[in-house]
Each structure stands twice: as C-alpha cells, then as structure tokens.
C-alpha cells in the first residue's frame, strides 16, 4: 500500500490549500482515512479523518470550521481543503489508513508541508 501526499506550499495567512493523498490500493475505498500533521518540535497529531463512504467525518478542535476532509473513492484519493489559514497551522500534513482489524492507521503516506506565513 502507498499513499502519495501532495498539495502543501508556502501560503499566506488567510489562504487556502488543497491537500491531495493518492493510494495505490483497489480497497481503498473500504479505509477510513485520516490526515495528521507535525510542526516543529511538536508530537504528530489528529486533524481529521472521513469514513470509507464519506458520510461521518471528524475533526480536531482546532481546525474546525476551517478545513473539510473528503474522497473520492472512484479517484482512490483523499483531499483536506484548508482554508483561512494560520501561521500555526504550519506543519508536515500526513495522510493515513485506518485499519479496522488492528484498530489504528497503519500505512502513512510521505508527507507534505504546509507553511503559512504571517
């Protein structure tokens, strides 16, 4: 399994992104998927995470009412849109599969900065 996370750039505050992440696999569709994001010097942690038929969708507090998670299943991708963006949403976003049978995300894809400026 490979997810291909790309999208991330230098933006503005204020701006918007679009996060894309491209897996390899035919079940993909099957996966809840989820991004995660690491600033520097901080812990990975969650942002958001969609079901696999795109219906039930979760975020963390802190990008709430910002960014929206979703896919397309017939694209095999996962996207994260970004928006109003702030400087200390600056970090490497990771997208990730959630295995339902080991209860955890198990394959990550490479990773993708984002850096907003103020």
């Known amino acids: 399994v490979q997810l291909q996370a790309s999208g991330g750039g230098l933006v503005q505050a204020g701006g918007s992104l679009r996060l894309s992440c491209a897996a390899s696999e035919r079940t993909f569709s099957t996966y809840r998927m989820g991004w995660f994001r690491q600033a520097p010097g901080k812990e990975r942690e969650f942002v958001a995470a969609?079901?696999?038929?795109?219906?039930?969708?979760t975020y963390a507090d802190s990008v709430k009412g910002r960014f929206t998670i979703s896919r397309d299943n017939a694209k095999n991708t996962v996207y994260l849109q970004m928006n109003s963006l702030k400087p200390e949403d600056t970090a490497v976003y990771y997208c990730?599969?959630?295995?339902?049978?080991?209860?955890?995300?198990?394959?990550w894809g490479q990773g993708t900065l984002v850096t907003v400026s103020s």
């Open positions: 990730a599969r959630f295995s339902g049978s080991a209860y955890e995300y198990d394959y």
């Open positions: 969609v079901s696999w038929v795109g219906g039930s969708t």
